[in-house]
């Protein structure tokens, strides 16, 4: 699986949108950018994922580059409880287990 | 209502000690998973198992094996516990194969070895 380069850390206003850009200049033409997040001290949870096109969730939005060599998650409008560590992995289809990186700590501020 | 479960929460164990982690999932999914997050806080992959395959990650030490009674529960077991085993263990599952495979984690683990 691709290697994936994230920010260690991010502080963004509580009500604003949090931008996480995720690197991935070596993925391949099957492998999906999958985000995660955990919040402390509980298991992580699935965000959204995508291949090429833009996606929307109730969660968040996935901005995917033209050459899909980067990524960003948007958060539209960050709460406290979005306080968490967002980790950006890349995967193939035949892959099953997911290698987590260092992952982007945001910090939601009051 | 809750989708992966562990038991226990907390395990606290002297070195050279057997212990087991319980998994149970109720989401009906093929696939379960062990992760390792370390204190670093670094998630690594152990296992992957379904009723077909186990693929283990090749770092994991023998001491570390899971066994699966039936499809809904995948059980870690480690014999002769050492310090550095001291870390938060993950279960997860997920449907296999797909676009989606989403993982749905269970809330750990935080075992100890005194």
């Known amino acids: 699986d691709a290697k994936t380069t994230q920010p260690p850390s991010m502080d963004c206003a509580e009500g604003r949108a949090a931008n996480l850009p995720c690197n991935h200049s070596t993925i391949s033409g099957n492998e999906y950018v999958y985000w995660y997040r955990q919040i402390h001290s509980q298991g992580p949870q699935y965000i959204i994922h995508g291949l090429k096109n833009n996606e929307t969730n109730e969660m968040a939005s996935l901005i995917i580059t033209e050459d899909r060599k980067s990524s960003t998650l948007i958060l539209p409008h960050a709460t406290l409880r979005d306080t968490a560590v967002y980790y950006c992995i890349v995967r193939g289809l035949a892959g099953n287990m997911l290698t987590f990186g260092g992952g982007t700590r945001l910090m939601v501020k009051p | 209502d809750t989708a992966v479960s562990q038991t226990p929460k907390y395990l606290v164990t002297q070195m050279g000690n057997d212990k087991s982690i319980k998994c149970e999932q109720n989401l009906g999914h093929d696939t379960m998973y062990w992760y390792k997050q370390d204190s670093k806080k670094f998630l690594k992959i152990m296992f992957s198992?379904?009723?077909?395959?186990?693929?283990i990650n090749e770092t994991v030490p023998n001491r570390f094996s899971p066994k699966s009674p039936d499809k809904a529960h995948l059980n870690l077991h480690i014999n002769s516990l050492e310090l550095g085993d001291s870390a938060v263990y993950f279960c997860?599952?997920?449907?296999?194969?797909?676009?989606?495979?989403?993982?749905?984690f269970g809330p750990g683990t935080r075992l100890t070895v005194l």
């Open positions: 997860a599952s997920s449907q296999p194969g797909g676009t989606l495979n989403e993982q749905f």
């Open positions: 198992y379904n009723n077909k395959e186990l693929i």
